[in-house]
């Protein structure tokens, strides 16, 4: 299996890199469009801002590459920002269309410069299988100031984990052959690499 690491600037490399590399696989990192023809899975980290991580991806080609990588029914694990890209909109130093798989807007916290920084717990759906792969707690690190905001109930039901920080984060969300991360599981101890663990032998349909 060829696991991918979709690196578009705007990124936390290494320790997704070694999170994946403990479990016994060796990924490679994707810094160009015609390398994603040869993966099997397709991991997009996130550290960064929404406006220049998507001109990144627009300028680089990236963007629609990883539309038809999508199309492709290949599964993709967004992580953060990489798990942000996939709504309709992000309004992050100014306007950004993104992917649109998940039609919601990623907004900002109420409160102006506000962070979600540490660790959160995540109230993962118990009749998910994805559940079974908590163990002890359901806490994750998290690191942002902007969140994932549904236009429908339609896409909502696809949010499998939530957490509360002054409102209600979507935190997991599963639809089709897309699995988005708001947390880090790469930092994340134990629960972050079961989860990751469950991306890599994970079958979508």
């Given at each position: 299996?060829?696991?991918?690491?979709?690196?578009?600037?705007?990124?936390?490399?290494?320790?997704?890199?070694?999170?994946?590399?403990?479990?016994?696989?060796?990924?490679?990192?994707?810094?160009?469009?015609?390398?994603?023809?040869?993966?099997?899975?397709?991991?997009?980290?996130?550290?960064?801002?929404?406006?220049?991580?998507?001109?990144y991806l627009n300028q680089n080609?990236?963007?629609?590459?990883?539309?038809?990588?999508?199309?492709?029914?290949?599964?993709?694990?967004?992580?953060?920002?990489?798990?942000?890209?996939?709504?309709?909109?992000?309004?992050?130093?100014?306007?950004?269309?993104?992917?649109?798989?998940?039609?919601?807007?990623?907004?900002?916290?109420?409160?102006?410069?506000?962070?979600?920084?540490?660790?959160?717990?995540?109230?993962?759906?118990?009749?998910?299988?994805?559940?079974?792969?908590?163990?002890?707690?359901?806490?994750?690190?998290?690191?942002?100031?902007?969140?994932?905001?549904?236009n429908n109930k339609k896409d909502?039901?696809?949010?499998?984990?939530?957490?509360?920080?002054?409102?209600?984060?979507?935190s997991l969300v599963i639809k089709?052959?897309?699995?988005?991360?708001?947390?880090?599981?790469?930092?994340?101890?134990?629960?972050?690499?079961?989860?990751?663990?469950?991306?890599?032998?994970?079958?979508?349909?």
């Amino acid at each position: 299996m060829n696991i991918g690491i979709l690196d578009y600037n705007a990124c936390n490399i290494s320790s997704v890199y070694y999170s994946i590399y403990r479990l016994g696989y060796d990924p490679k990192i994707i810094k160009n469009s015609k390398e994603l023809k040869d993966i099997d899975k397709l991991i997009i980290p996130g550290v960064g801002a929404a406006k220049n991580c998507i001109d990144y991806l627009n300028q680089n080609g990236l963007f629609n590459e990883i539309q038809k990588f999508l199309a492709s029914q290949k599964p993709i694990l967004g992580i953060c920002m990489g798990f942000q890209i996939f709504a309709t909109n992000l309004h992050e130093h100014g306007l950004s269309q993104g992917l649109g798989l998940i039609d919601a807007e990623i907004i900002p916290f109420k409160k102006t410069n506000l962070f979600n920084i540490g660790w959160q717990n995540v109230e993962i759906n118990k009749k998910n299988k994805i559940f079974r792969y908590i163990e002890n707690n359901n806490s994750f690190y998290f690191c942002h100031s902007h969140y994932l905001k549904f236009n429908n109930k339609k896409d909502e039901e696809e949010c499998v984990g939530i957490s509360k920080f002054g409102t209600l984060v979507p935190s997991l969300v599963i639809k089709e052959n897309f699995m988005g991360m708001q947390f880090h599981p790469e930092k994340s101890q134990k629960n972050g690499s079961n989860l990751i663990k469950y991306f890599l032998n994970w079958s979508p349909k």
